[in-house]
């Protein structure tokens, strides 16, 4: 993703905004190199060392990655969508939602500058299509009047989670459960696209040989939790964003 030099003058401007000592900057600096530099994997009885970006899976990974994304962000990125008419802009890890005005902004002109920020990054372009953006796992549709949001499914999907009859703990079981469930208490969808993704969920409970009332007593349980938290809390933010001056 990054070479050496890069991300060492990123994590040295780092400590040094954060005003730390020369012995503990210099530690993480050795750090930082054992994580470029030391990625090794084995394939079919071979030992093989990753020359460039940072192993996959690793835990330092997400956060390096993190680190180098949000310096571009804020050294270069935020003046290329101010001067390009941006009105909103949305990052999770690596996704990214724009919101523009097509007669201010030349998307194209804008996917060129972003690929000409670094040649370790390769940004593409998907449009919405029929007034409809998938994000995440949601779709964003656009109506004359409104906004509205459904459950995004991959075509590649598919509905296999930890079986019923597993040996795994019961609470991990129940996560993909709790999780297909909280997707619909959460998101902004109307009630018919929630009856239809109720149903999804059923079929995927019995497909991987759980019983109805399964789904029925998490149900139940999650509705008191999510009426709990907002009485307490409010409504929750669910997405960062930056918001760009016009």
Request: proline share 2%.
């Amino acid at each position: 993703m990054m070479d050496e030099v890069e991300l060492e003058n990123i994590i040295l401007t780092l400590c040094k905004q954060q005003g730390l000592v020369d012995t503990l900057t210099r530690e993480i600096l050795a750090v930082t190199k054992t994580i470029l530099m030391q990625n090794y994997f084995s394939f079919k009885g071979k030992t093989y060392l990753q020359k460039k970006g940072l192993a996959m899976g690793a835990p330092t990974s997400s956060i390096v990655s993190e680190i180098y994304l949000q310096h571009l962000e804020n050294t270069k990125v935020f003046n290329i969508l101010r001067n390009s008419g941006i009105q909103g802009y949305f990052r999770y890890v690596d996704d990214i939602l724009l919101i523009y005005n097509e007669n201010r902004t030349n998307i194209e002109e804008l996917l060129k500058s972003f690929n000409d920020l670094t040649p370790s990054l390769n940004f593409t372009l998907e449009r919405e299509v029929d007034n409809k953006l998938n994000f995440l796992d949601i779709s964003i549709i656009k109506t004359v009047d409104r906004i509205s949001f459904d459950i995004c499914r991959k075509p590649t999907t598919s509905d296999i989670i930890i079986s019923n009859d597993s040996c795994h703990p019961q609470e991990q079981k129940m996560a993909a459960i709790r999780y297909f469930l909280n997707t619909i208490n959460t998101y902004d969808i109307d009630a018919t696209r929630k009856h239809i993704e109720l149903d999804t969920i059923k079929q995927i409970i019995y497909n991987n040989r759980y019983d109805i009332p399964t789904l029925e007593k998490i149900t139940h349980a999650n509705q008191n939790v999510n009426t709990t938290t907002k009485t307490k809390n409010g409504q929750n933010s669910h997405m960062s964003e930056e918001k760009l001056d016009k």
